[in-house]
T-cell receptor
Framework: SQQGEEDPQALSIQEGENATMNCSYKTSINNLQWYRQNSGRGLVHLILIRSNEREKHSGRLRVTLDTSKKSSSLLITASRAADTASYFCTSGGTSYDKVIFGPGTSLSVIP | NAGVTQTPKFQVLKTGQSMTLQCAQDMNHEYMSWYRQDPGMGLRLIHYSVGAGITDQGEVPNGYNVSRSTTEDFPLRLLSAAPSQTSVYFC?????????????FGDGTRLSIL
């Protein structure tokens, strides 16, 4: 199994600002995924980046991966109040294994 | 297409009671799993299954049983409920074969044990 750990634990920004959160992991990975959890709801998959990719974009989301530092970052540009949520990362190996999540980053976007 | 359906949405139990949390998916996913999430915390994996007839323990399996008799269903059983099991329980599913596959989550079961 593989697990990522998110940093910071909590982040508060003004609407329109960019939000950056980080994920660190310990072993070699095949891919890394980011999920969002709105209050009281299940997790929703946001984006996946594979180990041979360095950067990936999806709308206002930008994910980077640095395998030499075993870390990833999720950037949300021009944040909105609706981006208020917890964000989790999880990493995967080359074969299928149980999926474990880190403690998450709680993002608050203030209107 | 319903996705992952969890029932019930809310449940209150007394200490020592037993109950089964239901999880069903209609996407023909091989992989299914159960997590618990305590207030202000991340998700902890309880049990998971990579296919019908196959189950395995996660991070916090004690006090919980699972079975996987069909691809669609993955019920979680609390044998003798304890206050420490008060939590929100999430079920998730996905295809296997490639570890980089998105998990689909249900909306959770909120369980309180008095």
């Amino acid at each position: 199994s593989q697990q990522g750990e998110e940093d910071p634990q909590a982040l508060s920004i003004q609407e329109g600002e960019n939000a950056t959160m980080n994920c660190s992991y310990k072993t070699s990975i095949n891919n890394l995924q980011w999920y969002r959890q709105n209050s009281g709801r299940g997790l929703v998959h946001l984006i996946l980046i594979r180990s041979n990719e360095r950067e990936k974009h999806s709308g206002r989301l930008r994910v980077t991966l640095d395998t030499s530092k075993k870390s990833s970052s999720l950037l949300i540009t021009a944040s909105r109040a609706a981006d208020t949520a917890s964000y989790f990362c999880t990493s995967g190996g080359t074969s299928y294994d149980k999926v474990i999540f880190g403690p998450g980053t709680s993002l608050s976007v203030i209107p | 297409n319903a996705g992952v359906t969890q029932t019930p949405k809310f449940q209150v139990l007394k200490t020592g009671q037993s109950m089964t949390l239901q999880c069903a998916q209609d996407m023909n996913h091989e992989y299914m799993s159960w997590y618990r999430q305590d207030p202000g915390m991340g998700l902890r994996l309880i049990h998971y299954s990579v296919g019908a007839g196959i189950t395995d323990q996660g991070e916090v399996p004690n006090g919980y049983n699972v079975s996987r008799s069909t691809t669609e269903d993955f019920p979680l059983r609390l044998l003798s409920a304890a206050p420490s099991q008060t939590s929100v329980y999430f079920c998730a599913s996905s295809f296997t074969g490639d570890s980089g596959i998105a998990q689909h989550f249900g909306d959770g079961t909120r369980l309180s044990i008095l």
